[in-house]
C-alpha cells in the first residue's frame, strides 16, 4: 500500500517575495510569489512527490536515494582517483593521466554538488579545456576520463543514473568540425639521425636506444629491464616484463634477443639477478668521470682558498640534492625522453644539428622496416599486436613498393 504523504501548502516567504513549501525540514523555493513559472515548478513537486510514495519508485526530483546526496564534485573527484589508484597500480600511467584530466573539473566545479552537474558545465570544461590550446585527440581523451569519473559515481550510488545519461550527450570533438588544432602522427626516425645522437648519451641511455631500435620494444618495457626476467639458455634470450600495456587484458609478452641486443647487454649483466640493468646512479657516476678524466692535468696556476670553500659548497649542495630527491631504481619513460632531449641541445651546442626525436619513434622506425624486409605479419608479431590493424600505426606503408607497381601499371 503506497504510503501517505502530506502535501506542502503553497505560502508566501516575505523577505524574499518567493514562493516557498516547507517539506521535510527544508525550505522549497519556487520563483516570485503567484508567478506562472512559480506555480509551475510547485505542480511539478507536487506530482513527483506523489510519485515518490510508490513503493517501487526510488528516484524523486533529486534523484535516487544516496548516500550522500551533498557531496561536492571535489570530493567525487578525490574518491574516484583514490579507486583508480587502487585499481590501476603504481605501474600503470592512467592515475597521473586522470589527475590532469580531471583538474579544470575541480578548479571550475568543485564547491558544485556533483548530482547537479550537467551538460552545460560538461561544456564549459570541454571549452576550457580548448582554451589550454590541448590537441583535438588530447581534449577527447581528457573528456571521456570525465564522463568514466562519473560513470563510476553512479555504480557506486553516489550520483543519480540520470547524470551520466545526461553527460553522454556531449560528444567529443570531430575532426574538421572545430577549429582546435590536429596532432601530428608519429612518424619513424631516420636511424642516421639516431646513431648522430649516441655519442652524446650515456651508456645506459645509449643502449636502452639500440634495444629499442633492434627489437621494437615499447619504452616502458625497455627501462625496466632486470637480469632476471631474462632467459639467456638458448640460442635466442627471451626478456619477459613484468608489466606492459596489455597486462590487464591476460595477455602475455616476450620478447626475443638476438646476437646484436646480447652484445649490448654484455657490459651491464655483473649484477643480481633483482638489479635492473639501467639506472641513472651509473650513468651519474658515468658522467662524473668523464668530468674528471676532462679537468685540466697542466694547471700551473695555484688553487686559491676561496676556490676550495666554492667547491666544497658545491659538492655538499649536491649531496643535500640527492638526500632531497633520490635517484629512481631504473629510468622512468619521462626521464628516457629527457636524456635524449638533453643530448640533442647538447649536439646542437656543439654546432651539430639533429632533428628532434622521442623514444617512441624508435617503435614506428623497427615496425617499418621489419615489414619492409619481411612483410606486415613479421612487423605484428615483432611489435607484439593483437590485430594487424594496430600494426598499420606503427609501420609505415612500403611507399617504393607502391612507386614501382604505379610505374609498372599506372
Known amino acids: 500500500m503506497p504510503r501517505q504523504v502530506v502535501v506542502p501548502r503553497y505560502t508566501l516567504h516575505k523577505p524574499s517575495g518567493q514562493g516557498r513549501a516547507r517539506y521535510q525540514g527544508r525550505d522549497l523555493y519556487f520563483g516570485p510569489y503567484e508567478a506562472p513559472e512559480s506555480h509551475e515548478r510547485y505542480a511539478r513537486f507536487v506530482a513527483e512527490l506523489a510519485i515518490s510514495a510508490s513503493p517501487n519508485a526510488r528516484e524523486t526530483l533529486s534523484g535516487p536515494s544516496l548516500s550522500n546526496p551533498d557531496l561536492s564534485v571535489s570530493e567525487l573527484i578525490l574518491r574516484y582517483l583514490r579507486f583508480a589508484q587502487e585499481y590501476y597500480g603504481n605501474s600503470s600511467k592512467e592515475p597521473v593521466s586522470l589527475r590532469g584530466a580531471l583538474k579544470p573539473l575541480h578548479e571550475l566545479y568543485g564547491s558544485s554538488r556533483a548530482r547537479l552537474f550537467g551538460p552545460l558545465a560538461l561544456k564549459a570544461v570541454l571549452q576550457h579545456l580548448v582554451k589550454q590550446g590541448l590537441c ?20 557506486e550510488e553516489l550520483i543519480p543514473p540520470g547524470v551520466l545519461q545526461s553527460l553522454q550527450a556531449v560528444s567529443g570533438l570531430r575532426r574538421g568540425r572545430s577549429a582546435v588544432r590536429e596532432s601530428d602522427p608519429v612518424k619513424p626516425v631516420a636511424i642516421a639521425d639516431v646513431q648522430r645522437t649516441l655519442p652524446f648519451l650515456t651508456p645506459q641511455v645509449a643502449t636502452i636506444c639500440q634495444l629499442q631500435l633492434l627489437t621494437g620494444m615499447r619504452p616502458s618495457e625497455v627501462v625496466a629491464m632486470r637480469l632476471c626476467d631474462l632467459d639467456r639458455r638458448g640460442f635466442l634470450w ?3 616484463p613484468v608489466s606492459h600495456k596489455t597486462q590487464h587484458l591476460g595477455m602475455t609478452k616476450q620478447v626475443l634477443l638476438g646476437p646484436q641486443s646480447q652484445a649490448l647487454l654484455q657490459p651491464f649483466l655483473q649484477r643480481s639477478a633483482e638489479d635492473y640493468l639501467f639506472t641513472p646512479l651509473e650513468a651519474e657516476a658515468w658522467r662524473n668521470e668523464q668530468r674528471a678524466q676532462h679537468r685540466n692535468p697542466q694547471r700551473r696556476t695555484k688553487i686559491y682558498p676561496c676556490e676550495l670553500v666554492a667547491r666544497g659548497r658545491r659538492q655538499a649542495a649536491s649531496r643535500a640534492r640527492t638526500r632531497e630527491r633520490p635517484f629512481q631504481p ?20 656543439q654546432g651539430i644539428e639533429i632533428p628532434h626525436w622521442f623514444p617512441y619513434q624508435l617503435r614506428h622506425t623497427h615496425g617499418t622496416e ?22 598499420q600505426i606503427y609501420a609505415e606503408r612500403n611507399m617504393q613498393l607502391a612507386a614501382q607497381v604505379a610505374s609498372e601499371m599506372g
Open 370 to 391: 621489419v615489414r619492409r624486409k619481411y612483410g606486415l605479419e613479421a612487423a605484428q608479431v615483432m611489435l607484439g599486436h593483437a590485430t594487424a590493424d594496430v600494426t
Open 136 to 155: 583535438r585527440t588530447e581534449i577527447n581523451r581528457r573528456l571521456s576520463r570525465i564522463k568514466r569519473a562519473f560513470k563510476w559515481a553512479v555504480s
Open 238 to 240: 627471451v626478456y619477459t
Open 330 to 349: 631504473h629510468y622512468t619513460e619521462d626521464a628516457y625522453r629527457r636524456a635524449i632531449t638533453y643530448a640533442l641541445k647538447k649536439a646542437r651546442k
